[in-house]
């Protein structure tokens, strides 16, 4: 994108949303080649008198007119409700122009003239331009995007992006085309084929085409939580997640109930998490600590450290030892920097909310919990195991519903629109003379029955009325959020505009004393109210702070601040912040100033900063936090010129990366890694490049990619032995015996286990065993099993435990998931339940959705087997699903297997091929666990079809891959489907036969069910 003309005033320079219009005569340069220059001449008048006429006609003005083509913008320089949905009709109507144009005789023979045209909307900035350039000087990527999607389409055709036509679909009749690979773009862009307009004419008749969810009144949603609230008060900790879109009132309808409990005020504690890298981990229990002993986050004094001992030691004399953990939760003093502290602040907590909670009933509220840290979330979930007697009332607001709802076991309370009859109260309520204009019904088609969209309308049209008393409809009135926020802030003062943009640059959450240092004044009542009555800073914590009214607000605002002030903003920022660190010795605002440093491009400080923060968020278990910090400090650095330089540190970074990436792999992890690897060759480190290649063999392993996980431990082995690095070749050879043993090459894995022991010391029976030497005990109990040696394996399953009896870890949970599949496979489904329930409950308490989802699985799968449970099916699949979402592909064959064998016996035979389809995808990255299973469920689908041969040949390929995996109960039960399968054909000798030899080997393997299935049919057969 060429620079911006730095000649013209900045005022000159917007930036803003609009929708881009591009449309160029489809094969111009044909056309060109075989008419007269005159006659060529005389078409394009015609075509660009008659773009004028269409584009004017619905709003939009054209830009510029370059050679055989088109650029036009919706959205500027007056922003409208209906830019995206004028602009797609507008091209539909100029493809109808187009060819009724009376040029027939100036066209070559057989040629049809015609546009392809492309529409995208998206941010701009926007100059004032000259003949050459246009009207406007358009810069940004809604520019090119629209140009490729035109490129992208026939003759005839319009090309929408998806992600702009979201809002109007209905409107039109479209076609989804496959994703487009656009010249310039890294990733497909979906888009549609718009075809024609729809009969749909208003917002609402649009709104029920998407489905809408059927309106809920809120005074519902207030009945429901008095009642859990008034268990809770009788002493039965009550947790609930209020689930909603963004707008749709989720903090609002919990602020109006927490007006009306009948509690102390002293009891209800209000916090919030944010979505930005410079939210520190713990942050709501953080803030709620500050309101519990009223500290400022910047009273760091002595006087401060004693009166909070003193409010401590009132509370109860107990928990005085707690007093630095306070200090360092409260920043008052310097924080540890070791797992162990992390230990001391959840007790605090703990035993802090049990005090709290036998004075006085307690109620929490944590808005945006979506944004949630790790460390927060395992806080929470082990307050949730650890009150459950007690009066505590949790109430979180949430954007959308996770797995770790479940982990939760929250009672789930989700928010629909408003309906017609609420949409109305609520204009009354904020707009009472809506009515005498007869605007209700716009209003509610406008809004979508969306609270904030409602509240923005409404808000609008009266600063509208104020200024102009002869409006006569509200057609003008932006609908858009991005337009609505725009407009409101066009009516500030230029000095609060500049308030208000410079507070967007700090967060959402502003502390007022951060805003008046930047701006140089102090914020007065009739500023602050000014704000206020526009909607958009709001005081709060007794004025400590203040708050934009919803993030997209904050969003909206801060993308209008061009580029050059926003980097001098954050530039400006982060100096005072870092003058306020030297100032108290402080690691409070580490985050912020990795973040501030950062967009304002000072990346070696924004590296330091984030390298600190992600150190800070690691001491407390907050990993996620701290891979964000690491991530930012890496990117920091590659920004700078001088590589070679920074690799040292760089390479240190990814280090501490790969700790934190353990439990919790993710598929960005490994391009980091595979660098790390590069520049490890290329710097010829050796011990660098056997940990990079260590961690990635780890991160492919967890995420399920054997071949790549076995590839680079072998080599991360080979380099550790050459180093003669000890520990690098334990870590190595055990990620290597995993994954063999994840691909069934099984006498390799076990040669590899055994070894890895030998390397740890372990001795059997020992009451000392590491957690290393506990994890690779079950993966060897998880082989022995598959080959049929049931006892051995839950005796190895049995050493593993003596080493996680300390307290719940990751690998206590991922143990007893192991140990679940191992009762699967040996048919002792009530084991399998209980133990996959321990392993819920471990990851419920150290927040671990992974080991949690595993868990759920395998337990639902159990319960399926055991009792034809339904709702076993719902969370088999509810887990796969967000496994399959999250990218955590170990061991989900076993789960598609699964699912294909639920669905074969229930008769689902789509949805059984669909999952044994996925499973046998599964096995060409040699993850043959549920093989097997898939191929039976075809074996039974395909017979029920009628299709015996092929019911026959999918059994061939059941028994190849109990072969495979070298698996003697696979096989077994290979023999009693097969013998079902038989005497569903009426061979009962055969079926007897197959039914004798397998139930010689349940017996042998101590397959209890099994082997009654296999006697109940052999009784129906004889």
């Known amino acids: 994108m060429p620079d911006l003309d730095q000649s013209k005033s900045s005022a000159s320079i917007q ?153 109007v679909l209905p409107y039109f009749n479209c076609e989804p085309v496959d994703p487009l690979s656009l010249k310039g773009k890294s990733q497909p862009l979906e888009a549609f084929k718009v075809i024609s307009r729809s009969d749909i004419s208003t ?98 004094t002595e006087e401060t450290i004693e009166l909070v001992r003193q409010q401590l030691n009132k509370l109860d004399s107990d928990l005085i030892k707690y007093d630095k953990d306070l200090s360092r939760l409260l920043s008052l003093s310097e924080p540890g920097n070791d797992e162990e502290q992390s230990r001391h602040y959840l ?86 003379d809506a009515s005498l204009w007869g605007w209700e019904q716009a209003i509610f088609e406008r809004s979508g029955g969306n609270v904030l969209f409602v509240e923005e309308l409404c808000q609008t049209i009266q600063a509208d009325l104020n200024t102009q008393q002869n409006i006569k409809d509200i057609s003008h009135v932006p609908a858009t959020l991005y337009g609505l926020i725009e407009s409101r802030m066009d009516r500030l003062q230029d000095e609060h505009s500049k308030l208000v943009k410079s507070a967007s640059v700090i967060g959402i959450i502003v502390p007022t004393w951060l805003l008046e240092r930047l701006i140089g004044y102090q914020l007065s009542e009739d500023i602050l109210s000014e704000l206020a009555h526009h909607d958009l800073l709001y005081q709060k914590d007794d004025n400590a702070f203040l708050q934009f009214k919803h993030g997209l607000t904050r969003d909206v605002i801060y993308q209008s601040v061009s580029l050059h002030e926003r980097r001098a903003l954050h530039l400006r920022i982060a100096a005072i912040l870092e003058e306020e660190t030297n100032a108290q010795g402080s690691d409070e605002f580490y985050e912020a100033l990795a973040s501030h440093y950062f967009s304002a491009g000072e990346n070696i400080k924004a590296s330091q900063y984030a390298e600190f923060a992600g150190d800070k968020a690691s001491a407390s278990r907050a990993l996620d936090r701290a891979r964000i910090q690491y991530q930012l400090a890496l990117e920091a650095l590659e920004m700078v010129a001088e590589e070679d330089a920074y690799y040292q540190r760089w390479n240190k970074i990814v280090e501490k990366l790969g700790w934190t990436c353990v439990f919790d792999p993710h598929n960005d992890q490994t391009e980091i890694l595979e660098k790390a690897v590069e520049l490890a060759r290329q710097h010829k480190n050796s011990v660098s490049l056997a940990k990079s290649e260590y961690w990635l063999s780890y991160i492919y392993y967890a995420l399920g990619d054997s071949k790549k996980a076995i590839l680079y431990s072998e080599h991360s082995f080979n380099i550790a032995k050459k180093i003669n690095d000890r520990g690098l070749i334990i870590h190595s050879l055990s990620v290597l015996a995993q994954a063999r043993a994840t691909a069934c090459d099984y006498d390799r894995a076990l040669n590899d286990f055994d070894e890895v022991m030998r390397l740890r010391g372990y001795k059997s029976n020992s009451n000392k065993i590491s957690i290393g030497s506990a994890f690779g005990l079950a993966c060897k109990a998880t082989v022995c099993a598959d080959m049929g040696y049931f006892d051995q394996a839950h005796y190895y399953f049995d050493q593993a435990k003596l080493g996680l009896i300390a307290e719940k870890s990751e690998v206590e949970g991922s143990v007893l998931a192991l140990q679940t599949a191992v009762y699967i496979w040996q048919g002792r489904w009530h084991e399998a339940s209980n133990v996959a329930m321990q392993a819920q409950e471990v990851a419920s308490a150290i927040t671990n959705t992974y080991v949690f989802a595993q868990g759920q699985s395998q337990d639902g799968y159990a319960k399926w087997k055991l009792q034809r449970d339904r709702d076993g099916v719902a969370c088999l699949l509810s887990a796969t699903e967000w496994l399959e979402h999250n990218g955590k592909e170990l061991f989900v064959s076993l789960n598609y297997g699964q699912l294909a064998d639920c669905y074969a016996e229930s008769g689902e035979l789509a949805l059984a091929r669909k999952f044994a389809a996925r499973a046998l995808m599964r096995a060409r990255k040699q993850d043959y666990l549920g093989l097997g299973t898939a191929f039976r469920a075809l074996a039974k689908v395909t017979l029920k079809d009628g299709n015996v041969l092929l019911s026959e040949r999918y059994m061939r390929h059941a028994f190849r891959a109990a072969e495979i995996r070298q698996s003697r109960h696979e096989k077994a039960t290979n023999l009693l489907c097969q013998a079902e399968l038989c005497g569903i054909n009426g061979d009962v000798e055969q079926a007897i036969t197959l039914l004798n030899q397998a139930h010689t080997e349940f017996d042998a393997m101590q397959m209890l069910w099994h082997g009654q299935q296999a006697q109940q049919l052999l009784d129906q057969l004889i």
């Open 15 to 167: 930036r803003c949303h609009a929708t881009i219009l591009f449309a160029d005569i489809s094969g111009s340069t044909r056309l060109a080649e075989l008419t007269d220059p005159e006659s060529l001449a005389n078409i394009l008048q015609h075509v660009r008198q008659m773009a004028d006429a269409v584009i004017s006609q619905y709003g939009g003005v054209i830009n510029q007119f370059y050679g055989d083509g088109v650029l036009a913008a919706f959205g500027y320089p007056v922003p409208h409700e209906n830019d995206v949905l004028h602009a797609t009709e507008a091209a539909l109507k100029l493809h109808e122009a187009i060819a009724q144009l009376p040029v027939e005789h100036l066209l070559p023979n057989g040629f049809k003239l015609q546009l392809h045209t492309g529409v995208h909307a998206g941010l701009m900035v926007v100059q004032e331009g000259d003949r050459l350039q246009g009207q406007y000087k358009l810069y940004g990527d809604a520019l090119n995007t629209a140009a490729r999607l035109a490129d992208a389409a026939e003759a005839g055709e319009t090309f929408a992006s998806a992600v702009t036509l979201r809002g």
């Open 347 to 432: 007790k605090f907590l703990i035993s802090l909310s049990k005090v709290l909670a036998t004075k006085e009933p307690v109620f929490i509220f944590i808005d945006d919990w979506h944004w949630a840290d790790d460390a927060s979330r395992q806080v929470l979930g082990t307050l949730v195991q650890e009150l459950k007697d007690l009066p505590v009332f949790i109430v979180l607001s949430s954007r959308h519903e996770e797995l770790s709802d479940s982990m939760l076991k929250a009672f789930k309370l989700s928010l629909s629109p408003l309906s017609y009859e609420e949409t109305l109260k609520a204009i009354d309520n904020i707009f009472p």
């Open 203 to 300: 917002r609402f008749e649009a709104s029920k085409i998407r489905g809408l969810s059927p309106f809920i009144g809120r005074q519902k949603e207030i009945e429901q939580l008095n009642s859990l609230l008034s268990s809770a008060f009788a002493g039965s900790m009550q947790l609930v997640i209020v689930h909603g879109a963004a707008g749709l009132g989720k903090t609002r309808l919990i602020e109006e109930f927490l007006n009306h409990i009948p509690s102390s005020k002293n009891s209800i504690f209000r916090a919030y998490c944010q979505s930005d890298t410079s939210a520190v981990p713990l942050q709501p229990f953080i803030q709620i600590l500050h309101q519990i002993f009223r500290v400022e986050p910047s009273d760091h």
